[in-house]
């Protein structure tokens, strides 16, 4: 029995006899038919249903939902005031801090870098550069005022009908309850580890780990906020044009991107100049890499769990559009935009810029240029002969340095540094970076500007979208020429001809005395060859020459002389910022559907599914090359410029684009989700086809975006890295190595190599490659359990709702539980990764020491940088090439619907949580395992040979580690069961929705004809594969109830002949109708 309205004539056909349907076909013989022999359009079942089906229903929006209808906002207009009031005397103060004296009022001593600190790395007693710490909270509270008038900008716009309006509160309301949800889960965790970190380090990396979940927290609501308000009226700009759609758009993107460097900004400045420690700086980046755990992880699930229920059911069993209003699931798919890409990407990137930061900063207060202390300063002159020569053990074991220098008090010819010549102008040049970074940004994301061609409407979608593309480029390449011209600045301003940091003795000129060892004596070290002899042994053989100040480190590194240091850090900083601009357009290379390696995927799907995928993973792979042969060159070439210092200050430099570059990745989703209620809300195809060209370019930026984060992830990791290995204690501390004659403190040679040979360490190397894998395996398994509950929920309701399939008037999906279904399902699932990132470096330090915690660190960091490469790049290919099927790159019998594009799909189907939730979650997880090593580091042993190694805390760890693991697993367990069971209960239900327009198979025949045959039946395939009407006509096919390839009763009539679905032979036509 057919569906009643299955069987409904076309109001145009109204009066006509069924039977004499065939007296009013069109007669088009000189053409391809468009009609089948009934006079009815051919139809595709891809097409939207129920146009003629249905009258046209006006979707009248719920009056509770109209939330957002004013065009000014109060709040935002108090915020400008407020902002704007506070920066003026926040100015004028910093003009006072400029001009007095350094050692003043406005100076507060760093007590983090005394030699009484509490840390187990103790350098001297310095300054902060609390001008240049204020001048970066100065910027961050301009970049705020900003960020208020964008908004304020943006609520002014339109927000179009009632219904989109409606549609946007729903989004909206979905993402804050899943931000809701997040932090109410997350402020009990952070408060647990504020607690530990203060009681097991101390309360000042306590606090600051506080101010850094708080802060990063305040960014993703911000970026979060504004993004789902912009997205109603960035559909409603799309009516005025597409420059106007794009502006839009992009400055909500902006608002995000400001967010996150002003908001690290202000938190890092804030609290430095509160706890005028340093090395507290480190909780700050633990911090901010909590709540990033949660929300780039637990939003990759939400979003992939809402896409994948959205398009299976929908598209797929229902046969119904993408954004379709009928789908349960699509509201939390365009919140899982918002979720994924705003704030998740968002979160990732704010743990970078402030990681980079405080990387920086840290290594800063380490560098050989101690405040006033010309002792200091002679002792690392002459650390090479120590270093040479080594210490001498007859009759006390001493350093010749200290020697030297304090014989005849040689050091008073050194210079005594000031402050501004000191370790305080190496802190301060990344918070000014910072600075300049954030003026840029808010210069170059004022406007958009969009070439004519992308304006004509002649021009093809390529050229459009090239255009596109090449407008926010020149944001991006603006804002970095802008960001080169201020580090110029900062670069000679700090240590050029007429700085400070040149005005002392052996800084700008090569007159400062240092002892070397005699070149032509090789036994320069030991001169007496026979202790009885008397000679002194405890003078090497030197000669006195005039030098720089070419100072070593406590790792051996050669500093350069101090006239090179400006234009080293300027190289450095150019190598930092062109790699992410490099690595942004490689990732454009391998993802975007205009170069060669997506369209060999697209070209693979003519051969299956397995081919795709093949295709997809080796792309993938293959696109870890360049970006690892650039990072490493990065990291070598700067090291040889200016040491470890450098390799933090290039991920710094790499950000700051980071206002322009977040931009233009979180404009995506504010794009994406005004596709999506352009659709909803059924505006004309203008404005979709406007959206849609918005998605499109937002789709390669996010792709770019992506690579963007993944290459400024390994330079902060690294930097991190390196700060553990100078937290742990390992390499003597500056301060111990400047003594008096006869002291027993440490030798420049007293370090603890991390050696390979050592089988714990070689171990944890092992577990560190192995741990990025068992990470992204238990995100993708997440994805796949939140998604099936996702699925059943769906079904439930097209199968439980009367009319929703059909969309009679008034009936509405229940958008509110699949949105839901998403935020509970990704709070749980990210339960289990986050404990594995989170207590893995703490495990393995208590439990067999610093040593074997670094080596896990090292090779986590590799292992998940080329992990997320991998993941991201073949994700992004895989999806531009089921675009670029879809789009009919190879023909329109190619196209949607065909098994060309099915197999895209496919690829598609796995890219998707690997490109948007495991890919992404690899930079978490590298940044956050570094960042709580570093604060915990100093607690752990050098290893595990020591008396009391505290491995009985590691043990501890992983017991409790594990029984949670397996309590959390065996439940997870029985939720997947409970949803599986539901979903064999719906498997059978119908959810598939009647095509678009009523064919002539709905029409009521007199019968049905005896040598009929049913599309898509074995007895329908043999019959096109023994060559169809043709063959039949040929008289070549005499019986199709005997064409081979029929199994046993698939040629009797009754298995055959389908009376819902019958068609003739004869009528068989050269593009046959397809159900």
């Not at 004296?101 to 609390?130: A, M, Q, R």
């Not at 367990?973 to 198979?1001: C, F, I, L, N, T």
């Not at 046993?1048 to 679905?1061: K, V, W, Y």
């Amino acid at each position: 029995m057919m569906p009643a309205e299955a069987a409904m004539v076309p109001p145009e056909r109204e009066g006509v006899d069924p039977a004499d349907i065939k007296a009013v076909a069109p007669e088009a013989k000189s053409r391809k038919p468009i009609y089948d022999e009934t006079g009815y359009k051919l139809v595709s079942p891809n097409e939207l249903p129920y146009e003629e089906d249905l009258p046209p229903v006006k979707m009248v929006a719920d009056p509770a939902m109209l939330k957002d209808h004013a065009t000014t906002s109060v709040f935002m207009i108090v915020l400008m005031v407020f902002f704007t009031v506070v920066l003026i005397p926040m100015i004028v103060y910093l003009g006072f801090m400029a001009v007095c004296d350094i050692e003043d009022w406005c100076t507060y001593v760093d007590v983090s870098s005394g030699p009484n600190s509490d840390y187990l790395f103790k350098t001297f007693t310095f300054f902060i550069p609390s001008v240049y710490i204020w001048a970066a909270l100065c910027a961050g509270v301009f970049g705020l005022a900003v960020i208020s008038y964008y908004a304020f900008t943006i609520l002014k716009k339109d927000v179009g009908t009632a219904r989109m309006c409606e549609i946007s509160v729903f989004i909206r309301e979905g993402a804050l309850a899943f931000l809701a949800m997040e932090y109410l889960c997350v402020v009990p965790l952070c408060l647990v580890l504020f607690i530990l970190i203060g009681v097991g380090v101390n309360w000042r990396t306590a606090g600051a780990y506080g101010f850094g979940a708080s802060f990063s927290a305040i960014t993703g609501f911000v970026g979060m906020l504004m993004a789902t308000r912009a997205n109603a009226r960035t559909a409603a700009a799309a009516y005025e044009g597409l420059d106007k759609g794009l502006n839009l758009a992009f400055r909500a993107g902006a608002v995000m991107g400001l967010a996150v460097v002003s908001f690290g900004l202000c938190g890092l400045s804030a609290i430095y100049m509160m706890l005028a420690d340093v090395r507290a700086l480190a909780g700050f980046s633990a911090g901010a890499s909590t709540i990033a755990l949660f929300a780039r992880v637990g939003g990759g699930i939400y979003t992939k769990a809402a896409d994948v229920g959205a398009d299976l059911v929908g598209k797929v069993e229902a046969g119904i559009p993408e954004d379709d209003p009928r789908n349960p699931a699509t509201i939390a798919d365009n919140v899982g935009d918002n979720v994924g890409d705003v704030a998740g990407m968002g979160a990732d990137l704010f743990e970078s810029y402030v990681g980079g930061i405080v990387a920086t900063g840290i290594l800063g207060a380490s560098l050989p240029y101690y405040f006033n202390n010309n002792l200091a300063l002679c002792v690392y002159q002459h650390l090479p002969i120590d270093l040479e020569c080594g210490p001498f053990n007859y009759p006390l074991r001493l350093s010749y340095a200290n020697y030297l220098c304090q014989r005849g008090s040689f050091f008073t010819e050194y210079p005594l540094l000031d402050t501004w010549s000191s370790n305080t102008i190496f802190i301060a040049l990344p918070f000014m970076l910072g600075v300049v970074g954030v003026i840029s940004s808010v210069i170059c994301t004022v406007h958009v500007f969009v070439p004519k061609k992308a304006l004509n409407p002649e021009s093809s979608k390529h050229e459009v979208m090239e255009a596109l593309l090449a407008s926010l480029r020149l944001n991006v390449f603006a804002s970095a020429i802008l960001i080169i011209a201020g580090s110029a600045g900062l670069c000679w301003g700090f240590f050029g001809n007429s700085s400070n940091f040149l005005d002392h003795r052996g800084f700008k000129n090569a007159d400062l005395p240092t002892f070397r060892l005699a070149p032509d004596n090789p036994n320069a070290c030991f001169p007496a060859s026979n202790p009885v002899t008397g000679q002194n042994l405890f003078i090497p053989t030197v000669v006195l020459v005039d030098s720089f100040y070419e100072p070593i480190d406590i790792i051996g590194f050669d500093f350069p002389p101090p006239d090179q240091v400006a234009w080293r850090l300027f190289i450095t900083i150019l190598c930092g910022l062109f790699l992410g601009i490099i690595i942004g357009l490689i990732t454009e290379f391998f993802t975007a559907g205009t170069y060669g390696p997506t369209k060999n995927i697209a070209l693979s799907g003519e051969f299956g599914a397995g081919a795709v995928i093949i295709q997809g993973l080796g792309i993938g792979m293959l696109s870890t090359v360049l970006p690892l042969a650039l990072v490493v060159a990065v990291i070598v070439g700067v090291y040889n410029l200016f040491g470890p210092y450098s390799i933090a200050l290039a991920s710094v430099a790499m950000l700051s684009t980071l206002g322009v570059t977040m931009a233009t990745d979180a404009y995506g989703p504010v794009a994406d989700n005004a596709g999506g209620i352009a659709e909803m809300a059924e505006l004309p195809s203008s404005v979709r086809d406007t959206t849609d060209a918005l998605d499109a370019l937002g789709n390669t930026t996010a792709a770019t975006g992506k690579g963007f984060s993944n290459g400024s992830a390994i330079l902060t990791a690294y930097a991190l890295l390196v700060a553990v290995v100078f937290d742990a204690g390992l390499a003597p501390s500056p301060v111990n190595l400047v003594y008096g004659l006869g002291s027993t403190q440490a030798h420049v040679t007293d370090y603890d190599q991390v050696s390979l040979l050592d089988i714990y360490v070689v171990a944890s190397v092992l577990l560190g490659i192995m741990l990025p894998h068992l990470f992204g395996a238990l995100t993708m398994l997440g994805v796949s359990r939140a998604a099936q509950a996702m699925i059943v929920e769906v079904r439930r309701q097209f199968r439980e709702i009367p009319g929703l399939r059909e969309g009679r008037p008034g009936v509405r999906p229940e958008h509110v539980k699949c949105v839901a279904i998403s935020t509970r399902s990704a709070i749980i699932e990210m339960v289990l990764p986050g404990g594995v990132a989170i207590m893995s470096p703490l495990i393995i330090g208590f439990g067999f020491g610093q040593k074997a915690m670094i080596g896990l660190l090292l090779a986590a960091i590799g292992s998940g940088y080329m992990m997320g490469i991998m993941m991201s790049n073949a994700g992004g290919a895989w999806d531009n090439a089921k675009k670029l099927t879809e789009g009919g790159m190879f023909g329109k019998k190619n196209a949607k619907g065909s098994e060309w594009h099915k197999a895209t799909v496919a690829g598609d189907t796995v890219g998707d949580p690997f490109k948007d939730t495991s890919g992404p979650s690899m930079n978490i997880l590298i940044k956050l395992m570094t960042a709580y090593g570093l604060v915990a580091v100093g607690l752990m042993q050098p290893d595990i040979y020591v008396e009391d190694s505290r491995g009985w805390i590691g043990g501890l760890l992983l017991g409790v580690t594990l029984l949670v693991a397996f309590i959390f697993v065996m439940w997870n367990s029985r939720q997947a069961e409970k949803v599986r069971q539901e979903a064999k209960k719906s498997g059978d239900a119908p959810v598939r929705a009647p095509p678009k327009v009523v064919s002539s198979y709905y029409v009521t025949a007199p019968s049905v004809p005896e040598d009929s045959i049913m599309p898509g039946s074995q007895m329908g395939d043999a019959f096109q594969a023994a060559g169809g009407h043709r063959a039949l006509r040929r008289g070549i096919i005499a019986d199709q109830t005997r064409l081979p390839g029929l199994g046993d009763g698939a040629g009797s009539m009754e298995a055959a002949f389908a009376p819902e679905l019958p068609i003739t032979a004869s009528t068989l036509t050269e593009n046959p109708i397809q159900t």
